[in-house]
C-alpha cells in the first residue's frame, strides 16, 4: 500500500539547472498538492490541482511549474533553480468530496541548490 | 497564508509522563487533522476530527475538535521514546486549501 510516492528523494543541484519532482498516488484521489518545508516557516503550498486538468498556484509559486499529468500524477519543475529553492519538498493528496477530508503526504523530496 | 497558532513550540518531558498540546485558529473549520513528522520523514496522519465536540483515540492519543470549531487539542498517554518528533495540526473549511499550525517539538527523556 504505497500511499503518496515521490522521486528523487534527494537531490542536489547548480543554480540555473532545471529538475523535476515526481509525485505519484494510488489512493484514487481528486486533489493533489506540492508544499515546502523550511526551518521556522512551516508548510507552504507552491500549486495545487483540485482535479485532473486543473492547477491553481498557492502561496509560494514563483520559480516553479506543475503538470498534473493525470489523475494519479502531479509532478513539480524548477526551470531555472535558485538557492533560495533549498528546501524539503512534499506531495500530498486528498478526496475532499466536497467537505471532509484526510491528507496524506509523501516522504519527502530533499533538494539543495548550490 | 494563514497558520494555525499552536503551543507550546516544544516540550521537554520525562518518559511516562502525559502531553498536551494544542491548535487555534482565527477561522472555523470542519474538519481538523493531527501529524506526527519524524526526522528526515513525511507528515503521518495520527487522527482526524470531523464534528465540534468530537473526541477521537488512536492508542494512547486523543484528540478533541473544540466546540467553537476554531480549535483542536491532543493529548498523549504515557509517553513513549518513540513518542519523539514534531507534532502539527491541519485546519479544512470548504475549498481546496489546508491550513497547517506551527508544530509542537516533543523530546521524551528516558
Known amino acids: 500500500n504505497a500511499g503518496v510516492t515521490q522521486t528523487p528523494k534527494f537531490q542536489v543541484l547548480k543554480t540555473g539547472q532545471s529538475m523535476t519532482l515526481q509525485c505519484a498516488q494510488d489512493?484514487?484521489?481528486?486533489?493533489m498538492y506540492w508544499y515546502r518545508q523550511d526551518p521556522g516557516m512551516g508548510l507552504r503550498l507552491i500549486y495545487y490541482?483540485?482535479?485532473?486538468?486543473?492547477?491553481d498556484k498557492g502561496e509560494v509559486p514563483n520559480g516553479y511549474n506543475v503538470s498534473r499529468l493525470n489523475k494519479r500524477e502531479f509532478s513539480l519543475r524548477l526551470e531555472s533553480a535558485a538557492p533560495s529553492q533549498t528546501s524539503v519538498y512534499f506531495c500530498?493528496?486528498?478526496?475532499?468530496?466536497?467537505?471532509?477530508?484526510?491528507?496524506?503526504f509523501g516522504e519527502g523530496s530533499r533538494l539543495t541548490v548550490l | 497564508g494563514q497558520q494555525l497558532n499552536q503551543s507550546p513550540q516544544s516540550m521537554f518531558i520525562q518518559e511516562g509522563e502525559d502531553v498536551s498540546m494544542n491548535c487555534t485558529s482565527s477561522?472555523?473549520?470542519?474538519?481538523w487533522l493531527w501529524y506526527k513528522q519524524d526526522p528526515g520523514e513525511g507528515p503521518v496522519l495520527l487522527i482526524a476530527?470531523?464534528?465540534?465536540?468530537e473526541l477521537t483515540s488512536n492508542g494512547r492519543l486523543t484528540a478533541q475538535f473544540g466546540i467553537t470549531r476554531k480549535d483542536s487539542f491532543l493529548n498523549i498517554s504515557a509517553s513513549i521514546p518513540s513518542d519523539v518528533g514534531i507534532y502539527f495540526c491541519?485546519?479544512?473549511?470548504?475549498?481546496?486549501?489546508?491550513?497547517f499550525g506551527t508544530g509542537t517539538s516533543l523530546t521524551v527523556i528516558p
Open positions: 490541482s483540485a482535479s485532473e486538468g486543473t492547477t
Open positions: 491541519a485546519g479544512h473549511n470548504t475549498g481546496n486549501q489546508f491550513y
Open positions: 489512493m484514487n484521489h481528486n486533489s
Open positions: 476530527l470531523y464534528k465540534a465536540g
Open positions: 500530498a493528496s486528498t478526496n475532499l468530496a466536497g467537505v471532509l477530508g484526510e491528507l496524506f
Open positions: 477561522s472555523i473549520f470542519n474538519t
